[in-house]
């Protein structure tokens, strides 16, 4: 067996490769590229097997991914592939007797379901239809799935919507044409297709009679960009199919008015559950024995970032009451424990993702495993399984019993790989920020550290503006990634940031420019005091969205701080961002409305209103398929400082969005970063 063929089998079993020994290096990008990555995770019903896929890059760059299956009984057992099909599996699913699992794979030019028995053989095809399927759910009892295609509103088969599909692509015109916003939505036209749900029988390996349950719907289930089939779901009596939609109107770019809705699986009217909300809800989940309801709401109309509070309605009674009321956290997931006494929910908290068990009667919140970045895979009787990831870890999975003790590692599937890498060290510090609030945020060491030596900075911002740079590993702004390359890192999570209560949260709204700068000034001074070894007059700072924009206010409020910049993404004029944007409600929130309506304060916080003070040489990165923010507002940048003879270069990416996500433009990228960054810090 070749070399690279061995280090492929024993990274899919997650045994270490001791015979492939090599000295460490430090942490770079053609490492990151080319670690392993799983996915798909899932549990059985009776909670002793787990399945996932993995897609195994081996040395020369080529990947395969398949799914493995891993008897959780037995702390001894070696994963078992399952599949070793060209192509990709996702979507994974066990069938309600724990027998089988089902798929989504595109084995035939499109994305269908497939089906395969756990005592062998092969998986055979379960869907067929004109459409790619892109989402799933089983019912409780396997007798039912519903799936999301993307179809024409206007067709009332799947024949006739993939035949005008068909007709639209053969076109000889480009034109597009409009009566109503949203235009387009972050990487991609309006192209007057709709996420609709279908709902189908299952025998077996068999699906009949798909029906459009969202038929006339003129608004996405699930939501584009981001939301999946953890915004669908079937009672439990499988008689309805409960999901989140907007209501159709002609203000989808300003409303964050999501609703829940519930309709039969026949189809028919939808009926509205969470009308008198007109805030986002989000994220139903019903207990096993179909009392109650679980789903997420917020309370501010127009808020993306507002607290989602977590919201219990009684089926039998009709009662419905926020759980925990008093905790200042925000969830993103929810399960039911088996009982349905408890829920087990993930949330941000002071740099970590952490996992919490949610008493439903009395509201008690306790955490059951704080460190690092979590997801919940499944409850079992006696033990969570979950997907962990830190600064130094990529991603496996775990589970720790209900006591949050015993924690116990199921995967690893990158040992061989990390067994050759340095990682530098990292450790979380706090300070005094605006007002002389406690801030926290991340340092970490150059992969090559001395004792006794000077490193100089990469300091990250980070987007959202309400989001974090915490405890995980990212696949694209990786901090470690820095590290390898001599730098010493530092993160700061400035007033804005999430995990930290909501008030902390709420408080960058209408002051882009003003707390997030004092928290940002205050944390390197603080931490160059505390961290001798960073060199505080030899950085660069580097963003990318909100933290581009910050870049690009640091030149104007901040222009002695630092060696260089990298503003990736970033916001330059914010008169013409009002108006080229996407997604209204976003703008309009953080700055008190439309630009009309509240015109000083956009002005006030206006990158361009101050680049009479730019000075700081800075690289502007932006790719063209970006609508949340139009490589326009780089453009504004470069030409402005190219105009002035500030030193300054352009990196523009013509097929990628918001993020660099080719594999290929993520290491130009680093490239080009690092190589601007080692120029003015002469490190």
Known sequence: MKTSALILALAAAGVANTSVAAQSEAFNVQHLVNLNKQHSAVVSHQGDTLVYALKVIDEDGQSTSDLYQLNLNDTNAQPKRLTSVKGTEHDVAFSHDDKAIYFLANRHGSSQLYHLSLNGGEATQVSDLPLAVDGFKLSSDT???VMTMRVSPDCKTLTCSADLIKQQAQLNTSGRHYKQ??????????????????VASLDGNVIKDAVDITAGLDTETPPKPFSGMEEVTFTPDGKHVVYTAKAPSKDQAWTTNYDLWQVSVAGGEAVNLTESNKAWDAHPAFSADGRYLAYLAMTKPGFEADRFR????????????EVAPLWDRSPHSLTFSPDGRKLYVSAQDVGQVSIFEVNTQFGDVRPIYN???????AVTNDKLIFSHKSLVEPGDIYSVNLEGEHLTRITNVNQAKLAKIKFGEFEQFSFKGWNDEKVHGYWIKPANYKEGEKYPIAFLVHGGPQGSFGNSFSGRWNAQLWAGAGYGVVMVDFHGSTGYGQAFTDSITQDWGGKPLVDLQKGMDAVTKQQPWLDAGNACALGGSYGGYMMNWIQGKWNDGFKCLVNHAGLFDMRSMYYVTEELWFIEHEFGGTYSENKDLYEKFNPVNYVENWQTPMMVIHGQQDFRVPYGQGLGAFTYMQRKGIPSELVVFPDENHWILNQDNLQLWYKHVLGWMDRWTAK
Request: aromatic fraction near 8%; glycine fraction near 4%; avoid cysteine.
């Open 143 to 145: 007798k039912q799935v």
């Open 181 to 198: 916003l949203m235009v387009r939505h972050w990487d991609t036209w309006e192209d007057h297709a709709r996420n609709h749900l279908f």
């Open 310 to 321: 977590i919201m219990l309605r009684d089926n039998v009674t009709g009662n419905e009451k």
């Open 371 to 377: 460190e690092g970045s979590n997801s919940l895979i």
